[in-house]
């Protein structure tokens, strides 16, 4: 259990699926994800997260928990640690429950699963992706001290359309250099002058 302020992350239950269905099912969800939507039954969504919840060598899938009840909220993934080269992808944040897309989950389970891949996985580098046009996502990235490594044009197919992806990276000296902030009102105010720059430059594919 990975512990924070006001959320832990733990590794999935085969029972979360029953969650991680209706998540999975959002449409506003499934429009933010860099992936094609998917058509998935109860059966599929249980087989995923039991294999999710028993193996956690290359991939390891987080349950994003309220410390005052325990409640499931969402969850998050690292994807594709390797070990050797002492670098994996943090997969991203997903807030199944809409009261608590206000932003502050989401930042405090990114600072404690980027704390966890360098301080416990002992990784040099972590890349992270998003959609070109999702500016919140963007904006976290750049206030954490991620660098922007570029773009992928039409990397999936979603839609009706193809999909551009903004590509991350972050290495552990710059972890361990990252811009630190007082209070959430002096982050807040470093994501609203960020989204304002991307959106001013923002390249339509």
Same mark, same amino acid.
């Given at each position: 259990?990975? /512990? ?12 979360? =699926?029953?969650?991680? =269905? ?6 506003? /969800? ?10 998935? @039954? ?18 390891? =899938? ?18 594709? /640690? ?17 009261? =608590? !897309? ?26 992270? @992706? ?7 996502? !963007?904006? @976290? ?11 992928? !044009? ?21 972890? !361990? ?16 002058? /960020? ?11």
């Amino acid at each position: 259990m990975i /512990i924070g302020k006001y959320i832990y992350l733990r590794l999935f239950e085969p029972s979360d =699926y029953e969650l991680t =269905y209706l998540w999975h099912s959002d449409p506003y /969800i499934q429009k933010m994800i860099c992936a094609p939507r998917r058509v998935i @039954s109860k059966e599929i969504e249980k087989n995923w997260v039991l294999s999710k919840s028993t193996n956690n060598i290359k991939d390891i =899938y987080l349950a994003i928990c309220l410390k005052e009840n325990d409640q499931m909220i969402g969850w998050y993934s690292i994807n594709n /640690i390797d070990f050797q080269n002492r670098k994996c992808h943090l997969g991203g944040v997903v807030i199944g429950e809409k009261q =608590y !897309r206000d932003g502050l989950a989401h930042k405090e389970a990114g600072e404690l699963a980027t704390e966890y891949v360098f301080n416990q996985l002992n990784m040099h580098k972590a890349t992270g @992706s998003c959609l070109s046009t999702h500016i919140m996502s !963007r904006a @976290s990235m750049e206030a954490g001290g991620w660098h922007f490594d570029g773009v992928e !044009r039409d990397a999936f197919f979603k839609d009706g359309q193809y999909h551009t992806i903004c590509h991350y990276s972050i290495l552990e000296n710059e972890y !361990r250099n990252a811009p630190i902030y007082e209070s959430e009102i002096e982050y807040a105010k470093k994501i609203v002058e /960020i989204s304002r720059r991307i959106k001013k430059v923002l390249i339509k594919f």
